[in-house]
Structures are given as structure tokens and as C-alpha cells.
């Protein structure tokens, strides 16, 4: 009786990440593209590999003062501007949302507006292409949910690192 209910339940888990990745992927594959302006840092993780921390133009422009103390987490309303970069727009109160804005969930955190993902990892020796990343490339399904796809630079292309391998003699 225990195995079968371990099985079950190791089934189940199995399932529920399947789906889970199955909508990252149909995000990635069918989303709308949206740009967010970065204030990147360049940081190393001994344990992690390469990754670049992520700061958020979109965060330093949606003022604190506008929340009030019981708004911990929420989401800011966001639109596209004419480059596809994404703008602030105001705090969600639960409005119904106008054509093109989507909603960008928040953190209030040391008396600052915080957007995750906070770091895009990359594969180690890549640095030197992402070191002058402006924009994070999200993908937004229709209900909400997004992906940071990857990164681009100031002509607002995806950061695509050079495929040439040193040859190995």
C-alpha cells in the first residue's frame, strides 16, 4: 500500500512539473515580446557560474510614494512604447486593463520597488556579450505569465553569444 501511494504521488509531482514547463515553453514559443529596460551589475558565484544581477529601469520609475504601507506585493501596469519597451503606467487596483498593458508582479522591499528575476545566468566565458546589456527580452502569455528569454543590447536585438568554439588540438 506505501509503494503504491509513493508511486502515486511521484507520478503526480512528475505531472504537475510537466505542465508547469509545458506553459513555460508555450509562453516561449507563442508570447508576446516585451522589452524592460536594465540597470544591470556584473557579478561572478563561485557556486552558480556566471550570471548577471538585474536591476530594473521600470522599478526605480513606479515611486514608493504612490504605495501605501500595506502593499508589500502586487503588480505594476505596464505598456509598450513605440521600440516595444516596456513603460510604467500606475499600481494595479484590480481595473480592468486597457489594450496592450500587462501586469508586472512587484515585491516593496527596503523602500524600493522590486521586479524579479533578479539574475540571467549564462554559460561561464559569455560575460563579455552580456556586459553591455540594456534590455531584459520577456515573453508574455495572455494570462499574466511571463518569461525573461534572454538579454539584448542597445539596438534592442536578442544577445545571441558567438557559436565559434576554440579548436582543440
Known amino acids: 500500500m506505501q509503494r503504491k501511494l509513493l508511486v502515486i504521488c511521484s507520478l503526480l509531482v512528475l505531472v504537475i512539473l510537466n505542465y508547469a514547463i509545458f506553459k513555460k515553453e508555450q509562453t516561449i514559443a507563442h508570447g508576446e515580446t516585451l522589452l524592460l529596460e536594465l540597470a544591470p551589475v556584473d557579478p561572478r558565484s563561485l557556486l552558480q557560474g556566471d550570471y548577471m544581477a538585474l536591476d530594473y529601469a521600470i522599478a526605480r520609475k513606479a515611486s514608493t510614494k504612490e504605495l501605501s504601507a500595506?502593499?508589500?506585493?502586487?503588480?505594476?501596469?505596464?505598456?509598450?512604447?513605440?521600440?516595444?519597451?516596456?513603460?510604467?503606467?500606475?499600481?494595479?487596483?484590480?481595473?480592468?486593463?486597457?489594450?496592450?498593458?500587462?501586469?508586472?508582479?512587484?515585491?516593496?522591499?527596503?523602500?524600493?520597488?522590486?521586479?524579479?528575476?533578479?539574475?540571467?545566468?549564462?554559460?561561464?566565458?559569455?560575460?563579455?556579450?552580456?556586459?553591455?546589456?540594456?534590455y531584459g527580452v520577456y515573453r508574455f502569455d495572455n494570462s499574466g505569465n511571463r518569461v525573461l528569454v534572454g538579454l539584448a543590447g542597445d539596438d534592442r536585438q536578442m544577445i545571441e553569444p558567438s557559436l565559434d568554439r576554440p579548436k582543440i588540438e
Request: proline letters at 3%; a positive charge.
Open 70 to 134: 500595506h502593499h508589500r506585493r502586487g503588480f505594476i501596469v505596464i505598456k509598450g512604447d513605440n521600440n516595444n519597451v516596456a513603460q510604467f503606467v500606475r499600481f494595479y487596483e484590480g481595473k480592468p486593463l486597457e489594450a496592450e498593458e500587462k501586469l508586472l508582479r512587484f515585491h516593496h522591499k527596503y523602500n524600493r520597488v522590486r521586479i524579479v528575476p533578479h539574475s540571467f545566468f549564462f554559460q561561464e566565458g559569455h560575460a563579455k556579450y552580456y556586459e553591455n546589456a540594456k
